[in-house]
């Protein structure tokens, strides 16, 4: 679908700001006709799911998001406003598409680039206030990791794609640990993948383990690294800020298959987008080393994940415990014992953040939050689904995960003292079910209502 997004277009159903925009922003948002809004998702783009820079087809992203904001959260659909940010796409085939209705030329970058984000930002509170959501999606790695750490602590934001990852992931690890009976610091784990998805869930597991007592330090030490130059340790070339803090004292290693045989990890969380990186060989070997190997294949899409869910069941002998980005049909081995794989999907994150965040008007999202919504995540997994191989509840409940979510995270805020709606609810299930939209009609029919004289309209369709 995003990639012919545009070719369906007919209505707008968010806002396009291009970078030519500058210096109008504030009067662009002014056109939106809701008033009241509490959620932005934006994207400028560059970095669409696994598929690269769509420009301006970008925009089916955080319709989309926002439209399971609705759907698995519970937030008004009103409430919710999609934004594209458009500074042009160096995807040459949209620039030569006659159709293309973004800017037809290269991304702008650098000084203008900033100035059209700082002005965006500065724009959507000035007009939504300080505890208006911005949650940011599909932005290019480089520009994802230096937005976030420049606007955190300034305004009401995360970045889905480091920190919704993060706690998805970290909720399947949670719940796998409690089939493993371990604590998440007796695990040594090692990424294939060292981009946006992997420092965000690296960053969220070293603080789940510092939570267990280990020093930040010590906990970094149990995290490895795998990227596209091979084992990130010490001394190695092309290491950015975020990648030298899990570089450790080792010796050079080219691939993946030499690193786990050499470091013989408790888990692997493939998030590089190269299908099939999980060999046979890998695999097998995490089993030998392992009574519960944990293998989650986050890569999306389907084609994209690492080995699939009958792969890892079949060469584990139902050992491993896995999880996946995509979805992946139940195995049955041929003993007869059947797996259902967890589908490791932000959906279980983010819709419940954003209605937690909101509902206590929080102006700061902190790493915490995140951490809160991944226990929280965890704690919902019944002994019944991990039995079957479930690590996250099913999808059919999610707006009660949702709603639970939010509520821990409420709990959670008023306890640091970050939210700033008073008084504090009572009840805070309550309050986040108050807030939620209702696709319920009052009870109504249409024989009991008593029509006004002159509804025609209404009377001749009932006829
Ligand atoms: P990214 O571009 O930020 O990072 C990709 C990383 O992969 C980079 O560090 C790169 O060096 C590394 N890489 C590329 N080729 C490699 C190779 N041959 N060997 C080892 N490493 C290699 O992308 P991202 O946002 O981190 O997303 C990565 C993947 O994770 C995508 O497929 C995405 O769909 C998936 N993802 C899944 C979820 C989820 O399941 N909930 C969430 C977010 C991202």
Not at 83 to 92: P, R
Not at 171 to 184: E, V, W
């Amino acid at each position: 679908m995003p990639l012919k997004f545009v070719y369906f277009f007919v209505i707008s159903r968010g806002l396009f700001i291009t970078v030519h925009d500058r210096g109008h922003i504030a009067s662009i948002l002014q056109n939106w006709p809701e008033k009241d809004i509490k959620a932005v998702c934006v994207t400028d783009g560059e970095r669409i799911l696994g598929l690269g820079d769509l420009g301006c087809h970008g925009m089916g992203i955080p319709v989309g998001k926002l439209a399971l904001y609705t759907a698995c959260g519970g937030m008004p659909p009103q409430q919710c406003l999609p934004v594209m940010l458009d500074v042009g796409t160096d995807n040459e085939a949209l620039l030569k598409d006659p159709l293309y209705i973004g800017l037809r030329h290269k991304r702008v970058r650098g000084q203008a680039y900033d100035e059209l984000i700082d002005e965006f930002m500065k724009a959507v509170s000035d007009r939504y206030g300080m505890d208006c959501l911005i949650q940011f999606e599909d932005f290019a790695n480089t520009n994802a990791f230096r937005l976030l750490s420049k606007y955190r602590n300034k305004y009401c934001t995360f970045n889905d794609d480091i920190q919704g990852t993060a706690a998805v992931a970290v909720a399947g690890l949670l719940a796998a640990l409690r089939i493993t009976k371990s604590k998440m610091s007796n695990h040594t784990i090692v990424f294939q993948g060292a981009g946006e998805a992997a420092m965000g869930i690296a960053e969220l597991i070293s603080m789940a383990m510092e939570k267990e007592g280990l020093s930040k330090t010590e906990s970094l030490k149990k995290i490895w690294m795998v990227d596209s130059k091979g084992l990130i340790v010490k001394g190695r070339d092309h290491l950015t800020h975020e990648k030298q803090r899990f570089a450790h004292e080792h010796p050079q290693m080219k691939n993946l298959e030499d690193a786990v045989r050499d470091l013989k990890p408790t888990a692997i969380i493939g998030v590089a987008a190269v299908a099939g990186a999980f060999s046979e060989q890998i695999i097998r070997d995490m089993a030998s080393f392992n009574q519960r190997p944990i293998i989650f294949a986050l890569s999306n899409p389907t084609s994209k994940a690492e080995c699939t869910a009958e792969q890892c069941y079949t060469f584990t002998e139902g050992r491993g415990i896995f999880a996946s980005g995509s979805p992946f049909d139940a195995v049955t081995l041929p003993d007869g014992r059947t797996f259902y794989p967890g589908q490791g999907n932000n959906a279980y994150i983010f819709p419940g953040v954003g209605l937690g965040v909101t509902a206590c008007a929080l102006r700061n999202i902190t790493e915490d939050v995140f951490l809160t919504a991944a226990e929280a995540l965890a704690d919902l997994v019944t002994e019944k689904d991990l039995a079957e191989g479930r690590l996250y509840p099913p999808l059919s409940s999610i707006r009660e995960v949702s709603l639970k979510l939010a509520a821990k995270i409420m709990d959670y805020a008023y306890d640091h003292k970050m939210a700033t709606l008073r008084p504090e609810p009572s009840d805070k299930e309550a309050h986040v079910r108050s807030i939620c939209y209702s696709t319920d009609y009052d009870d109504f029919t249409v024989d009991s209502y008593q029509w006004p004289e002159d509804c025609m309209t209404v009377q001749s369709c009932k006829l």
